[in-house]
């Protein structure tokens, strides 16, 4: 089941693209240490501890959202200079598809206050990632996979340097928090993805189900705001911690700080992911929305 | 039932003394809109967003905790000048025992990304704020009452500027995130709080209940570290989230990033909380333990 003539030769292992992420900044610093870990014999893994600053400042990025920095135009333009954007460059310089260190596949660890459980992120459509998906899925039923294709978010992305890329995404955890339980179920997914990657190479993949539940990106709810942009309501209680869970029309959806309820007013059933993530408060996000399909690769 | 012969003249209600606790700071910003919800007879009712600066820019302090900034010699030391120091003047100024309009009581909103329910913060072990715990107690069984006396923290803390006081510390919630549940959870005993001030102005308190649960500050636990400072585990899944639940000798405490269980090497019992704080990673505390005491005033 070779699935196309490429061989994966360099794997780079992503922690800390935000800084107060700390799955992936421990996890990172443990493969570090442990280079046997992640060590596979047909492709050789690197690992990097994406911005630095905002690690040891213990925040999300400095001056701008490391991971909404690597738009192609946005790399060739000499006159941005905030330290995302550099960072973002010198990133792309060394591991970047004409890089010094060109890499094949990237794996990019965040953490969500959304309880997300573990799912893994798409960027695209591109068979490899999706084929990947159906084998994590297939060896791990819990996971869940989201593909924020058509957000257009990919494009931003730290993982659009790479050939191929998944993103592991997991919550509920807080910021500057690391969740043990988590860890170590991100962990798992890591080493699942490098074995696969290692089989692949090898032209061993086993046979697995080719059928998973894809959340496909819809679109991106608001909070309520007043005249001042301020929001002026919460996530309602009935769907906090309710991610993937079917909201259907009239649902309750918002509840306003004096205490009024807001109900959906779309049409046909949605299945909200990231809702009350920490970081999305001020990107005019309160949730997102998804489409469940049955995928059949 | 009189205590003293003080009335209640004047009562601060707090939020946002740290900047990225939201609870505290949209039920302010609602008292703020609607000062009827928080009026009463017999006092006046003020509020305060404490830390403006750090509101705005989503952190908990700008320079330094501003809940750590209230110690007297700090106060009248001139050559203190970070913003928070700057800060903890001014409201020293208006609203502590020889400002403008001192006040009588203070009730400051936290929250932590422990899971510590909706806990009422006691700085010592003054009669009227055990009895407020005991009232607020009898009303509403499933609170915990926590007291910080023996730590020395009560005089550093913005609360030490009234004569009486309480927090009101509630989560799990993230950094950065309002949580519905607990914002009406800790507006009712916000409320419940103010009707007791009113009764007890009115002497008109009912009979209730003397006794409940302490839980009174032990020390504190850091997590284990290495050489550079970093720490080398997590606080293990067996106690994540099971903050007031008993710690036994040899019970896990610690998960090593390599996967090495960490034991409690106590000689009796302990009631930890504020298990995975993330403001207190910079701390070097991974948990306060607790003793358990059954109080009767």
């Known amino acids: 089941m070779k699935l196309n003539n490429h061989s994966i030769n360099r794997v780079l292992i992503v922690g800390g693209t935000h800084g107060n992420e700390l799955t992936g900044v421990y996890l990172v610093k443990l493969f570090q240490q442990h280079p046997e870990l992640i060590h596979r014999a047909t492709f050789e893994s690197l690992t990097l501890l994406a911005n630095p600053q905002a690690i040891k400042a213990g925040r999300r990025y400095i001056d701008k959202d490391l991971n909404r920095s690597f738009l192609e135009e946005n790399l060739e333009d000499g006159t941005l200079v905030n330290y995302e954007d550099l960072l973002a460059k010198n990133i792309n310089h060394i591991y ?22 573990v799912t893994v992120l798409l960027d695209d459509d ?21 593909s924020s294709g058509s957000s257009g978010r990919g494009k931003h992305g730290l993982r659009s340097r790479a050939k191929f890329a998944i993103g592991i995404e997991v919550g509920a955890i807080p910021q500057g928090v690391v969740n043990a339980d988590l860890f ?41 705001r007043n005249e001042h942009g301020e929001i ?23 509840l306003t700080f004096d205490g009024q309820t807001i109900t959906y007013a779309g049409e046909s059933p949605a299945y909200p992911i990231f809702l009350n993530e920490a970081a999305y408060y001020e990107q005019s996000t309160a949730m997102c929305l998804t489409q469940k399909h049955q995928m059949t690769i």
Request: aromatic share 14%.
């Open 126 to 146: 591109q068979k490899f990632n999706l084929q990947l998906a159906a084998y994590l899925s297939s060896l791990h039923p819990e996971i869940k996979i989201y």
């Open 184 to 224: 170590l179920k991100t962990q798992t997914i890591v080493y699942a993805t490098l074995d696969y990657l290692e089989l692949y190479n090898q032209n061993k993949l086993p046979t697995f189900s080719q059928s998973f539940t894809l959340y496909k990106y819809l679109e991106k709810i608001d909070y309520p």
């Open 232 to 254: 002026t309501a919460m996530i309602h209680p009935h769907i906090q911690y309710k991610d993937y869970q079917a909201l259907n029309p009239s649902d309750p959806m918002f």
């Open 96 to 117: 970047g598809q004409n890089g010094k260190y060109p890499v094949d596949f990237i794996v990019d660890l965040h953490s969500t206050t959304s309880n997300m459980g």
